[in-house]
């Protein structure tokens, strides 16, 4: 066993010396990971994982999800083809009619699709770029704490200092809002943007687009409320803006819905999305945009790899499976309500100010002091649990489990994270760096 781990150890450091100094969740979680099924990894070293990061929300189906699987090697089987730009092809013929028929029709909405370059940032390009086209506008109002990617369009209207300064040019046409709660319970922010952007001497440029998360994924798991959010759209209009939600990690059954808006009923102009669409990790990226604003002349945002094709494969499968009846989205409520529950009595155990947030399975444990969520994730992972770090100083703990693990599963991982916390919070308190 001694010799399989120092194996190991010595495949990291080959990884470490080829591969970039950008390289960044090896480093939090350093391992050679080379299976995986479900919510479990396992490591070269035969050591089991935990996996409460699920790609960053882009395995809400889980790692190798069987039945997924099953539908890719039959396409690949089949000669069908795999990569053919954006020509038509019946894989996407059908994923758009399965999209339309079980997630749009079932809600009321209707859009068009489009396929972008495979990445999220991709997508928030295509979008802005879109609302700026239509409106003749360049500004766009994003919120504090919000993440929409690091391209440079996307970073513009990105909060997180250490990615705008890494993009190395001014970044311009966005103008921050405060997010929901930003400045305490007290104040609606909604009505500040409401004041500002119908204000003519507000100083701010009238916006192409309000572009905004339900819940912010990156930023520390902060949840809008429903209010909240009717009010941004009711804004929007009022400003002539388009509403933009980038459901990119929120969306796909995050928060126990298919998109994370429909709790509050919005009918955005744009939606983005990609983390979770395919289902099975590929990438793949798409808009969804009404109708009447589908104002693209042919290639006006290309890109080589549009909605690659085994990727829609698995995307169908995925909605095939798991969205053609109410019973999924009804066991992730259940199941992020059992997380919440654990959670909370976690936190108050604690009586440390520790506070609980989010919506569906997407859960943060905010822990307030960076040092203690760094600890703690560490300590995780060494017990056989990966939880990522989000919030404006990593402070707060992120618990993106993937929406098909099973309840056993989810208790050995809160167990994990349980036992990791108490350490590090008994380890602070004796040496008197944390009350
Ligand atoms: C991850 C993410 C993006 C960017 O997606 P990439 O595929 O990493 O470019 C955009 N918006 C949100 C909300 C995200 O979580």
């Known amino acids: 066993m001694g010799e399989v781990i120092s194996n190991e150890r010595c495949k990291l450091q080959a990884v470490e010396a080829l591969e970039s100094n950008v390289r960044s969740y090896s480093r939090s979680f350093p391992a050679i990971f080379s299976r995986a099924r479900g919510s479990v990894m396992l490591t070269d070293s035969g050591r089991k994982i935990i996996d409460f990061l699920s790609g960053a929300g882009a395995l809400n189906y889980g790692h190798n999800n069987h039945e997924i699987k099953a539908a890719i090697a039959d396409y690949l089987a089949s000669d069908a083809v795999v990569h053919g730009l954006d020509m038509a092809t019946p894989a996407k013929l059908q994923f758009m009619e399965t999209f339309s028929s079980v997630i749009l029709r079932e809600r009321g909405l209707q859009y068009r699709f ?19 086209k239509i409106t003749g506008r360049r500004n766009i109002i994003s919120f504090t704490h919000g993440y929409h990617g690091l391209s440079l369009g996307a970073i513009a209207a990105s909060g997180n200092r250490f990615h705008r300064r890494a993009s190395g040019v001014s970044l311009s046409d966005a103008t921050f809002m405060p997010y929901d709660g930003y400045l305490g319970p007290a104040v609606d922010t909604a009505d500040y943007l409401r004041k500002m952007l119908l204000d003519k001497s507000s100083g701010i440029d009238p916006p192409a ?5 339900t819940v912010q994924g990156e930023g520390g798991i902060n949840v809008a409320r429903m209010e909240w959010l009717q009010s941004i759209q009711a804004v929007a209009r009022e400003a002539g803006a388009l509403l933009i939600v980038d459901d990119v990690q929120m969306g796909c059954g995050r928060t126990g819905e298919f998109f994370s808006f429909e709790f509050a009923a919005l009918s955005p102009d744009i939606v983005a999305m990609s983390k979770s669409l395919s289902g099975y990790g ?14 693209w002349g042919p290639g006006e945002h290309t890109s ?4 690659n094709n085994l990727a829609l494969v698995s995307a169908t499968a995925a909605l095939d499976i798991y969205w053609r009846t109410p019973t999924f989205s009804q066991e992730v409520q259940r199941m992020g309500e059992l997380m919440r529950g654990r959670l909370h009595a976690i936190a108050s155990e604690h009586g440390n100010g520790f506070v609980v947030r989010g919506r569906g399975m997407a859960l943060g444990f905010d822990c307030r002091m960076t040092e203690i969520a760094e600890a703690a994730t560490r300590k995780a992972f060494e017990k056989g649990l990966i939880v990522e770090r989000c919030g404006p100083n990593d402070q707060v703990v992120k618990f993106l489990p993937a929406l098909t693990i099973d309840a056993e599963t989810l208790n050995q991982g809160l167990e994990i994270f349980e036992d990791s916390l108490t350490q590090t919070v008994k380890k602070a308190r004796s040496a008197d760096w944390w009350l």
């Open 114 to 132: 489009q396929f972008t370059g495979p990445t999220g940032a991709d997508a928030i390009e295509a979008a802005l770029k879109l609302a700026r």
């Open 209 to 213: 687009a309000i572009l905004v998360e």
């Open 282 to 295: 590929l990438p793949l990226s798409m808009l969804l945009i009404k109708e009447e604003l589908d104002a």
């Open 304 to 307: 080589t790899f549009r909605g």
